[in-house]
């Protein structure tokens, strides 16, 4: 009698180390199926709704840096016009700046409400900058003494 049971106990815990680890055991991770869905969403899905659904299934599978960032996109989805508006000029005015730890500063505020787009932007920008500013602003002038003579090969002109 035991060996007729024994297999079919085996399979049972077998299938239920199998579930474990194929379910249970992930719980936390960001796999790469998650992580596609993750980076999709954050690229393409405009709906508020949507992004905040997503968010509550990333909490619940134990992943809340990614919920967290879904809403804050949430959040930035539903903000009114203006304010759009006023972060977009900061966002232009940040593109036309000179200095790259301002540039930097912009870019984690940006991050920090969870506009990563535009943020990855401006790191970008801050890290094809120089680390320090010219000390010759494009508009002014350098003096330097007027040409009388140029020599060319042996002639002077």
Partial sequence: ????IAP??????????????KV????????????????EALTSIKDADRLLQLAKAFR??????QADMLEKRARLRTLPPEIKAERDK?????????????VQRIAASFEGEGASGAALRLREYADSLPDEPS??????????????????DGVTL
Wanted: hydrophobic content about 40%; glycine content about 8%.
């Fill in 90 to 102: 900061i966002f232009r005015e940040a593109l036309k700046s000179k200095d790259p730890k301002e």
């Fill in 1 to 4: 009698m035991f060996w007729l």
């Fill in 24 to 39: 249970i055991a992930k719980k936390g991770i960001l796999t790469p199926d998650r992580e596609r869905v993750y980076v």
């Fill in 135 to 152: 000390e010759i602003e494009p508009d002014s002038k350098v003096e330097s003494e007027p040409i009388t003579e140029i020599e060319s």
């Fill in 8 to 21: 079919i106990g085996g399979a049972a815990i077998l299938g239920g180390l199998a579930f474990y680890r």
């Fill in 60 to 65: 619940a599978e134990g992943l809340p840096a």
